[in-house]
Every structure is written in C-alpha cells, then in structure tokens.
Nanobody
C-alpha cells in the first residue's frame, strides 16, 4: 500500500496560481501511475491530470489543458500539480491517487488503489 499526503491547497483569486504536492511513501511506487482528481460540491469526481512515475508521461483533462502541469521529483518522492490561470470553476477538493494496475487507464478513478486525504482549492472571482 502506498501512503499519499497532499498539501498546497488554499484560497486564491481568479487568474492566480497554486502548486499542490503529493508526498508518497510505503511500497515501491516507482512503477505507479499518479493521478490528480477533483470533486466540487454536488458534482462527480473529475479527472484532472496524471503522470507515470517511471517515465514522466503525462495526460490532462480537457478543462485544465494548457493551464495545469503535472510533474514528479524522484529525490523527494513527491508529485506536483502546478495550477495556473485559475478560474472559479476550478474550486474543488483535489485528491492525488496511485494506480499500480497494468494497463494503466489514467482517467479511471476505480483503478486507483491509494488515495490522499484531499486538499481544498478555492478560487474567488
């Protein structure tokens, strides 16, 4: 089991930026897919972005393409979600997750077997 701890959420004005962090520990996770999801009140969980820990291959949801960037740092065992040009509709609880299955389907929330506790991101207009 992989343990994931998120940080970096907060309140920001529209057009601003935030960087979320997801610190990983536990079993070997270097072959994992790391995903970021978000859930706003009254809405379903939405795929945001993903990255393969091994090669850095990334994938983004349509609503965040060109604004968000996902990355990882081997030395710190941490994945990041850099969020720029934030909009009020980006307001949600953001979760990072780890998926050890192959093949890896980044957008499929049910495939992820470890989840962080979530961090609130609020974008004011």
């Amino acid at each position: 089991q992989v343990q994931l701890v998120e940080s970096g959420g907060g309140l920001v004005q529209a057009g601003g930026s935030l960087r979320l962090s997801c610190a990983a520990s536990g079993r070997a996770f270097r072959n994992l897919g790391m995903g970021w999801f978000r859930q706003a009140p009254g809405k379903e969980r939405e795929f945001v972005a993903s990255i393969l820990w091994s090669d850095g291959n990334s994938y983004y949801g349509d609503s965040v393409k060109g604004r968000f960037t996902v990355s990882r740092d081997f030395a710190k065992n941490t994945a990041y979600l850099q969020m720029n040009s934030l909009k009020p509709e980006d307001t949600a609880v953001y979760y990072c997750a780890a998926d050890s299955s192959r093949p890896y389907y980044p957008t499929r929330a049910s495939g992820y077997d470890s989840w962080g506790q979530g961090t609130q991101v609020t974008v004011s207009s």
